[in-house]
């Protein structure tokens, strides 16, 4: 049951596991009348990095990123992978500006661990958009929509940034 909810790759939760974090984190947020965030994150110019270094440079670069994050999350916080180089951030009891706060703290983490291929450093960035969850009107998809359109702005404002929406 447990190898269901997870992406193999990476050792997060995958959509399914996100999905069940989203429903008890809703209830909890509803009975507790606490904030709840997501935040979206997308690995910046992972195309470049696949096609200059192979996929396998990009599947160890994802898992480096997993790594890092998850070590830097508070304990009540989840990731998941949303597909390709997204992952979703689950942020109970935060509001936007946490949020925000969260992602930048975690941008910092990861600019702060290298990724080594070989001998070679290479920098890892990330992109991201958050959004506080309306609970509720907000269904998973739609909350995720809000995000990404943020980190579409983030991205087409010169990646490596964080923009609420």
Do not use: C
Not at 108 to 123: Q, S
């Amino acid at each position: 049951y447990e190898r269901a909810r997870r992406d193999r790759l990476t050792g997060t939760l995958n959509r399914s596991g996100l999905e069940e974090i989203w429903l008890r984190e809703v209830e909890q947020a509803k009975t507790g009348a606490t904030d709840l965030s997501i935040g979206i994150l997308d690995v910046d110019n992972f195309k470049a990095l696949n096609d200059t270094h192979g996929h396998q440079v990009g599947d160890e670069a994802l898992i480096h990123l997993a790594s890092i994050i998850r070590n830097a999350l508070h304990g009540t916080d989840t990731l998941a992978r949303y597909g390709g180089e997204e992952f979703v951030v689950v942020l109970p009891d935060t509001d936007e500006k946490g949020a925000e706060a969260v992602m930048t703290r975690l941008q910092r983490e990861l600019t702060k661990h290298f990724f080594l291929h070989g001998n070679e450093r290479l920098l890892i960035t990330f992109s991201a958009g958050v959004t506080k969850v309306q609970i509720e009107r907000d269904t998973l998809i739609s909350a995720v929509e809000r995000a990404d359109k943020a980190l579409y702005k983030a991205k087409n404002a010169g990646k490596n940034r964080v923009v609420a929406g």
